[in-house]
């Protein structure tokens, strides 16, 4: 489920407030992770594990040092900033020396269609070296590590909190893995809610950046004839056109939330200039911000979001 904040102070107002407001994902994911454990190993002197067979699925997330492993009988090396998620039938024999430190969790995956005996992460015939991947700035193993944290403070809240962290950390290592290599149930771009919850999400977080189709397709990881095929089979509309009307909307609960200017708000949703902000507003919405303005004044920190999202 996607939530939005939106924030209203001005100097005039009694009050400062955050509306939360939430769409998206509706449904039921096609398989709910079970975690199994979580922890940080750091590596004090060399040391082989024995080789073993994996009964679930295993993430490695290297933070420092360099993680060797054998594979299916294939030598492997895990820099610091990658991970590796091992799945099940895969042999696996640790080669780690000092400086190491990783984090790792184990799960598996519980499929909510009874008729599927084993969930799969991976489409079948993956190799081994495709199953590491980049974790773009850790982001990955610093939310592993608010786990351990949280974990380790022992009370029963707290165990919780944990778990639900886990469920974050699942779903975010789902989104770095290439589409091609997942099972295909897992493919969150062939779903509308699951595809303009993902979109949304980008541009909430960039809603001051002047985006480009290529920006929306590389954080999506997807191309941008995809992403144009997507917008219109899903949204009904153009990726430019569907960002300007997100942004437009944003305007509209500033101008009835907020004592904001509309050359402040189209410097604050990234316009290159209040002109060109005032005709795409009149061109979506049918009146000028200043028309919007006078039809629905100033409405406290408690009103109806104005929404012309789909």
Same mark, same amino acid.
């Given at each position: 489920m996607l939530v939005t904040a939106y924030h209203s102070l001005d100097k005039e107002s009694a009050f400062e407030s955050e509306d939360f #407001?939430?769409?998206? $994902?509706? %449904?039921? !994911?096609?398989?709910? !992770?079970?975690?199994?454990? *979580?922890g940080i190993n750091k590596v004090k002197k060399t040391y082989d594990y024995y080789l073993h067979r994996h009964d679930n699925y295993e993430v490695i997330m290297v933070e420092s040092g360099d993680y060797s492993c054998r594979i299916n009988d294939i030598e492997i090396n895990v820099a610091a900033g990658e991970i590796l998620i091992l799945k099940p039938g895969d042999t696996h024999q640790d080669l780690c020396s000092p400086g190491l430190v990783y984090f790792h969790f184990c799960f598996d995956l519980q499929s909510i269609d009874t008729a599927v005996v084993n969930a799969k992460l991976f489409t079948d015939g993956i190799t081994v070296t495709r199953q590491i991947f980049k974790d773009g700035g850790g982001r990955l193993a610093g939310l592993a590590a608010k786990i351990c944290a949280t974990l380790k403070k022992g009370k029963i809240i707290d165990i919780y909190i944990g778990h639900s962290m886990m469920s974050e950390l699942f779903w975010r290592l789902v989104? $770095?893995? !290439?589409? /091609? +290599? +997942? @099972? =295909? =149930?897992?493919?969150?771009? @062939?779903?509308? @809610?699951?595809?303009?919850?993902? +979109?949304?999400?980008? +541009? @909430?977080?960039?809603?001051? #950046? %002047?985006?480009?189709? /290529?920006? *929306?397709?590389r954080e999506l990881n997807i191309c941008d004839r995809s992403l144009t095929e997507f917008c219109r089979k899903f949204l009904k509309d153009s990726p430019a056109h569907i960002v300007l009307k997100y942004k437009i909307d944003r305007a509209a609960m500033m101008l009835q939330h907020t004592h904001m200017t509309a050359k402040e708000i189209s410097f604050s949703l990234g316009f290159c200039n209040q002109y060109y902000f005032s005709r795409c507003f009149k061109r979506i919405i049918n009146l000028s911000p200043r028309e919007f303005k006078k039809r629905w004044p100033f409405a406290g920190v408690m009103p109806e979001k104005v929404s012309f999202l789909p």
């Open positions: #407001r939430f769409f998206g $994902i509706a %449904s039921t !994911p096609f398989v709910t !992770p079970v975690f199994r454990r *979580i989104r $770095i893995i !290439p589409n /091609d +290599l +997942l @099972e =295909k =149930k897992f493919i969150f771009n @062939e779903h509308k @809610e699951s595809f303009t919850a993902q +979109l949304y999400d980008f +541009l @909430e977080r960039n809603i001051s #950046r %002047s985006l480009t189709v /290529d920006d *929306i397709a």
